[in-house]
Each structure stands twice: as structure tokens, then as C-alpha cells.
């Protein structure tokens, strides 16, 4: 009997429990609702609204034109400048030698072509690619496929219905070939 009597019970109110479970537990609150995420691969970091917001803007298919075109125009001034610099200049063969001036005048002229037509040809590329992988909904070799096909039918239907078709499945064929490289 001295045992039971120096043995008091201890009861908690129902505050008092409440308080000891919201610390064992945790809070309540939820930072998304409805969501479970697995821990098998490590922490799991829930993105803020302001990344997922820069995340977006990186993955629109306006940025990624945009991006294609600039790229483009700087590749294919650097590839225009590198073939000014090769090719021969085109004279009559009595003609006086060029000036300074007349070759940095052909200079610029053919690196400037080049960098629009690069330009172009990257910016519809990358624009036909996001819009029909944004309506597929799957990222695979089609798309790429699917945007030679409109791209190089673009640029050749320009010297008529045959160059269109022709471009189009030669820029077509093109893509698959490089996107097969790519992914393998």
C-alpha cells in the first residue's frame, strides 16, 4: 500500500492535451492543400508562387522564340562574317581591285543576311515546336518533326508549291535526324 500512495495519478485537461498533441504533431496548417509528396528521393522543397511564376515565364513558348530568334541571329552573324571572310569576292575580271570600304561594305551585307535568315528560321522553328508540344501535351520526336515540316515548307513556299513541299520534308527529315542524335 506505501507504493500505491506515493504513486499519484496525473490527468491533463483537455487544453492541456490539446497542446501537448499540436507539439508532438505539429501545426495545422498547410502550406498546399491536398498535395502528398513521397520523401523516398530526399527533401522535398515546395516551390514558392514567385518560382514557379519565373518557372513559367522560362518555359512559355514567347521566351522561347524570342530566345531562339536572338541565338539565331548571333550564330548566323558569326557563321555570315566566317563565309564573308572565306568566299571570294565575285568581279568582272577587268574591274578595279576593292577598296577597304567595299569589302567591310560586303562584310556587313552577308553577315547580316545570314543573321536574319538564322534568325527566322530559329524563331518559327522553336515557336511551331512549343505550340504543338503544348498541344500534344508530350514532349517526343514528332514534335520536332512536326515543326521542320511547317518551318522548311514555310521558307520554300516563297519560290513556289514544289520548294514548299520539297522544304518541307527535307527541314522535316532534317529534325528528325538531329532530335534522334540528341536523345540517343
Not at 490539446?18 to 508532438?24: A, Q
Not at 512549343?130 to 515548307?153: I, L, P
Amino acid at each position: 500500500m506505501a507504493e500505491e500512495s506515493s504513486r499519484k495519478r496525473v490527468t491533463f485537461t483537455p487544453e492541456e492535451w490539446d497542446s501537448i498533441s499540436r507539439y508532438l504533431v505539429g501545426n495545422n496548417t498547410r502550406l498546399r492543400d491536398n498535395i502528398i509528396i513521397p520523401r523516398s528521393a530526399g527533401p522535398v522543397k515546395i516551390k514558392t508562387d514567385e518560382e514557379k511564376m519565373v518557372e513559367s515565364f522560362f518555359e512559355s513558348c514567347a521566351f522561347k522564340a524570342t530566345m531562339s530568334t536572338v541565338l539565331g541571329y548571333g550564330v548566323g552573324a558569326a557563321f555570315g562574317l566566317f563565309t564573308s571572310g572565306v568566299n571570294p569576292p565575285v568581279t568582272l575580271p577587268d574591274a578595279p581591285p576593292q577598296t577597304a570600304r567595299e569589302v567591310f561594305k560586303d562584310m556587313k551585307a552577308t553577315t547580316l543576311s545570314y543573321a536574319k535568315n538564322f534568325a527566322m528560321v530559329g524563331g518559327v522553328f522553336a515557336a511551331v515546336e512549343c505550340c504543338v508540344e503544348s498541344y500534344r501535351g508530350t514532349t517526343d520526336w514528332k514534335n520536332g518533326t512536326y515543326a521542320g515540316g511547317v518551318t522548311g515548307g514555310l521558307i520554300g513556299i516563297r519560290a513556289g508549291v514544289k520548294a514548299g513541299l520539297l522544304g518541307a520534308a527535307g527541314f522535316a527529315a532534317f529534325s528528325t535526324v538531329i532530335d534522334y542524335y540528341m536523345r540517343h
